[in-house]
């Protein structure tokens, strides 16, 4: 049986360095941001929920289209960072979270995001992460995957993730789906 990625192993990545897949310098990371906030095509969420924040370079751009925005992560390490980072964002906050076991109930969320954070998860994980989405997602709101499609050494690998994921949805598919040679995002609607 396959399991999810234990919180310690990402508390060591984090202690041995604080940006551990380079998010405020790669040129492949800033392309991927400015993809992503394209995919919500300029939309204003008055409610929304980021899974696997990190240091919080993406929920930093993201936070301009929302209301509030509810960022988590299992680091605490990275949370601290992250914090920092959206000092001057007060509508955003940060929770240590353990997803899909420590789902909120403070839905109903406008859009849900999970950025290359699927794929640490197991297949029965994720596809409990997709159920929750669902119940948790307000009419008309969005949920917006993005996945790494490269080999890695993970639970899943991204196509696998995203394909759990959207086989979940009972019902929902994707609006839009975007490809790029290492990744790819998936849209889907209420």
């Not at 400015?34 to 993201?62: D, K, N």
């Not at 997602?137 to 690998?157: F, H, Q, S």
């Not at 979940?168 to 849209?187: Q, V």
Request: glycine share 8%; net charge negative; hydrophobic share 40%.
């Amino acid at each position: 049986m396959t399991l999810s990625r234990d919180p310690k192993y990402f508390d060591q990545l984090y202690h041995n360095n604080p940006d551990p897949w380079d998010f405020e310098s790669s040129p492949y990371e800033r392309g991927k941001y400015r993809a992503t906030i394209a995919m919500l095509s300029g939309r204003y969420f008055p409610r929304a929920f980021e899974i696997g924040c990190s240091i919080g370079v993406l929920t930093q751009h993201l936070g301009a289209q929302c209301g509030h925005l509810l960022a988590v992560d299992v680091a605490e390490s990275a949370l601290a960072t992250a914090r920092n980072r959206c000092a001057g964002l007060p509508h955003v906050q940060f929770e240590k979270r353990q997803i899909p076991a420590h789902w909120p109930e403070t839905g109903p969320f406008d859009l849900i995001l999970f950025s290359e954070v699927l794929y640490f998860l197991s297949p029965a994980d994720i596809a409990t992460c997709a159920r929750k989405a669902r119940e948790s997602l307000a009419p008309g709101g969005v949920i917006l995957l993005v996945n790494y499609t490269g080999r890695i050494d993970e639970p899943c690998g991204g196509e696998e993730a995203a394909d759990i994921f959207l086989s979940a949805m009972a019902g929902l598919s994707p609006a839009a789906t975007w490809r790029r040679e290492t990744y790819r995002m998936d849209l889907i609607q209420s």
